[in-house]
């Protein structure tokens, strides 16, 4: 398999790919990529529990910040991991084809049901605050509409989500299908949210084989300790941007729950349906089946 090319620029309200272009890789950089809201903060604390051995009091939302953002403007953004001189884990939420990807970089790709991401994803829109909105929307640089709150009804936000492929976000099924689609490259790791839940010891450890990180047993137990939703709840204000500034209930709103299957007694049978078929038709049987329940 070829190393994937960027073929576009991806901009938005949240987003400006551009940065990749001027990013300066180097050899052991590791690229946490998701959709969004599908356990994104959980990766980026296990990495930096990984990398520092257990160590506690890390800003991983400091250290780890989400490259693409287009805030801060990419040439603080560029600058400060520039000055990084720890291993760096960056974060992106890009589709592949509108990143840079590199041979010299690791990454790891979580995945989650589409359902599981909406229920999340509705917290973090619903609970955002003003400082939110002024930021995404009335910041230099925002290519199209901007975003606005949503609709009161969580189910109404799940179908115009679902039928408007990722609305008001971005696309959801290119996402999962642009990362499936190069799952066997050497220096990309598929993992998912289900198996996370799980056995975390075991994808930590599969996560640290894949990362050349040797770990100290006798930092072992502090590692899995730090990764654990309570623990990451109670110190929310280290994972999350800002310190959680951007959402009304501050940083433990960011790390709401970390749980799968609240939809299943809310959304009605027929668009739980929808979704199905819609992931299978759009992703094909086996990556639909790995995105369902985390099984290859």
């Known amino acids: 398999m070829t190393r ?42 296990i990495v930096s529990q990984l990398i520092f051995d257990g160590q506690e009091g890390l800003n991983v939302a400091e250290m780890s910040p989400w490259l693409d953002l287009r805030v801060p403007p990419k040439e603080i953004k560029l600058q400060a991991v520039e000055a990084q001189t720890h291993r760096r884990f960056l974060k992106t939420h890009l589709p592949v084809d ?41 910041t230099q640089g925002r290519v199209g509409p ?26 959801f099924w290119e996402n999962i299908k ?18 996370l839940k799980r056995d975390m010891p075991a994808e930590i450890r599969r996560i640290a084989k894949f990362l050349d990180v040797s770990i100290s047993e006798r ?3 502090a590692i899995v300790h730090h990764c654990t939703f309570d623990y990451m709840k109670r110190n929310a204000k280290a994972s999350v941007p800002l310190g959680g500034a951007f959402w009304d209930g501050g940083a433990e709103t960011f790390i709401h729950k970390g749980v799968n299957g609240r939809w299943r007694d809310v959304l009605p049978a027929a668009l739980s349906e929808a979704y199905e078929t819609k992931a299978n038709s759009e992703l094909g049987d086996e990556c639909a089946k790995w995105l369902a329940t985390g099984a290859i």
């Open 4 to 45: 994937p090319k960027k073929k576009r620029e991806f901009q938005g309200h949240h987003f400006d790919s551009t940065i990749w272009n001027d990013f300066k890789f180097r050899d052991d950089d590791i690229i946490i990529a998701t959709y969004a809201k599908s356990g994104t903060t959980w990766v980026q604390q």
């Open 98 to 138: 509108a990143l840079v990807f590199s041979d010299k970089a690791k990454y790891i790709y979580i995945a989650r049901d589409g359902r599981d991401v909406v229920w999340s994803l509705y917290n973090h829109h619903a609970n955002a605050n003003q400082a939110w909105y002024e930021a995404l929307n009335n």
């Open 178 to 195: 642009t990362w499936w689609d190069i799952r066997d490259l050497p220096n990309v790791h598929l993992l998912h949210f289900e198996a």
């Open 219 to 221: 930092r072992w137990a």
């Open 146 to 171: 901007p975003i606005e709150p949503p609709p009161a009804d969580i189910v109404a936000y799940f179908r115009e989500w679902l039928e408007k492929d990722g609305y008001p976000f971005w696309s």
